[in-house]
């Protein structure tokens, strides 16, 4: 079964250093999102991205977010100055078309800590 | 604005007992989805169940079960017989109707533990 490939599974970062969290979406997807959970906490969403650019980002997704498709096949999120508070499980998630109709498939994660 | 609530923070049930995780949802669209995800000890998420809000069919899959309730903004989940694998976090979540990507917005997990 296609599923949505992340990497690094874990990463451990120095505070102020920049961060590049990779995904890989199932190939016939169109939909691409991120998503955040602190440790122990819900699921929180960052940004949703179709054609090109984002479609949807929530307050969380400030200034020091940013994410790019660089390719056909890569979806990443960049975080530019990390701080502590970025400590966290990041999602990726992709849909076949809207996700409320097609459903979307997360990936496993990419555990971050910032130290 | 969309909500979603699952007010049992954590449950223990001993194994082969059924289990319900409530769920409460808020929204002002009429036009609506909800979604059941699985997050297990090594932490992916797994979807379970998509319902819209015009589908108000209760539905069964081997051991799980859903109860759609428009009037009272319910989705509850029901485990029967549950098993020591079924102990995993699991979110009730959200997603509107709109034009291009939509998102989902989550609850906060109910935690369940089934002792052997």
């Known amino acids: 079964e296609p599923e949505v490939t992340q990497t690094p599974s874990h990463q451990v970062t120095q505070m102020g250093q920049e961060v590049i969290l990779r995904c890989v979406p199932i190939s016939n997807h169109l939909y691409f999102y991120w998503y955040r959970q602190i440790l122990g906490q819900k699921v929180e969403f960052l940004v949703s991205f179709y054609n090109n650019e984002i479609s949807e980002k929530s307050e969380i997704f400030d200034d020091q977010f940013s994410v790019e498709r660089p390719d056909g096949s890569n979806f990443t999120l960049k975080i530019r100055s990390t701080k502590l508070e970025d400590s966290a499980m990041y999602f990726c998630?992709?849909?076949?078309?809207?996700?409320?109709?097609?459903?979307?498939?997360f990936g496993s994660g990419t555990r971050l800590t910032v130290v | 604005a969309q909500k979603v609530t699952q007010a049992q923070t954590e449950i223990s049930v001993v194994e082969k007992e059924d289990v319900t995780l409530d769920c409460v949802y808020e929204t002002r669209d009429t036009t609506y989805y909800l979604f059941w995800y699985k997050q297990p000890p090594s932490g992916e998420l797994v979807f379970l169940i998509r319902r819209n809000s015009f589908d108000e069919q209760n539905e069964i899959s081997g051991r799980y079960s859903w109860n759609f309730q428009k009037s009272t903004s319910s989705f509850n989940f029901t485990i029967t017989a549950s098993q020591v694998v079924d102990s995993a976090v699991y979110f009730c979540a959200l997603s509107k109707r709109q034009t291009g990507a939509n998102n989902l917005f989550f609850g906060t997990g109910t935690r369940l533990t089934v002792i052997p």
């Open positions: 998630a992709s849909s076949e078309g809207r996700g409320f109709t097609y459903g979307y498939t």
